[in-house]
């Protein structure tokens, strides 16, 4: 079970916004950044957006994060099928003392 | 361009030791205030931290490993290893290395993982 909570899926069609979310606690995402990550089939997890809503250099501007309180956002503008890949959020747990991960969102480009 | 290489067996056999090593190129372990950790990912499932260490030798690991990982690090050779003793099938997964971004900072960079199989 994951300290951080993702859906399980979300979908969408070319060209349209999707968000995926990440609910934490006070000890995670109320506390410390929000970073995502995409995970393409049989590569590594990939760096997408780190404290809470800056990008590294190289990842375009469609992708935007956002955080709230316990909560944080992953959106995705002009869906291309090319972004079908599972979406992690990553965080730090204060009891674990250590990063931790939501289940991960797998994205469908219908 | 920092970069992070898993090496070591594909394949231990049950109650045996997993040893990986992980190389870093690019970027110094002693570095900033980097952690340097272990993460797994078994198949079809989530990401699960492991440990992590610093490179004065610091080091943090996922209680619910019960006590069976050690991390080291290497500054001469630029590498940190993981040891994770008493193996049994339920570790089979893809093992990654990475970079955390900082005191209390999740990961940024990985490497790309290698796939260790537990069984005899």
């Known amino acids: 079970q994951s300290v951080l909570t993702q859906p399980l899926s979300a979908s969408g069609t070319p060209g349209q916004r999707v968000t995926i979310s990440c609910s934490g606690t006070?000890?995670?995402?109320?506390?410390?950044?929000v970073y995502w990550y995409q995970q393409l089939p049989g590569t590594a997890p990939k760096l997408l957006i780190y404290?809470?809503?800056q990008r590294p250099s190289g990842v375009p501007d469609r992708f935007s994060g956002s955080k709230s309180g316990t909560s944080a956002s992953l959106a995705i503008s002009g869906l291309r099928s090319e972004d079908e890949a599972d979406y992690y959020c990553?965080?730090?747990?204060?009891?674990?003392?250590?990063?931790?991960f939501g289940g991960g969102t797998k994205l469908t480009v219908l | 361009q920092m970069q992070l290489q898993e090496s070591g067996p594909g394949l231990v056999e049950p109650s045996e030791t997993l040893s990986l090593t992980c190389t870093v190129s690019?970027?110094?372990?002693?570095?900033?205030?980097?952690?340097w950790s272990w993460l797994r990912q078994p198949p079809g499932r989530g990401l699960e931290w492991i440990g992590f260490?610093?490179?004065?030798?610091?080091?943090n690991y996922n209680p619910s490993l019960n006590g069976r990982v050690t991390i080291s690090v290497d500054i001469f050779r630029n590498q940190f290893s993981l040891k994770l003793s008493s193996v049994t099938a339920a570790d089979t997964a893809v093992y990654y290395c990475?970079?955390?971004?900082?005191?209390?900072?999740?990961?940024?960079?990985w490497g790309q993982g290698t796939l260790v199989t537990v069984s005899s």
């Open positions: 990475a970079r955390g971004h900082g005191d209390w900072e999740p990961i940024d960079y």
């Open positions: 690019g970027d110094s372990v002693t570095s900033g205030s980097y952690y």
């Open positions: 260490i610093y490179y004065s030798g610091s080091t």
């Open positions: 006070s000890s995670s995402i109320g506390s410390f950044y």
């Open positions: 404290r809470n809503n």
């Open positions: 990553g965080g730090w747990d204060d009891n674990l003392s250590g990063p931790v």
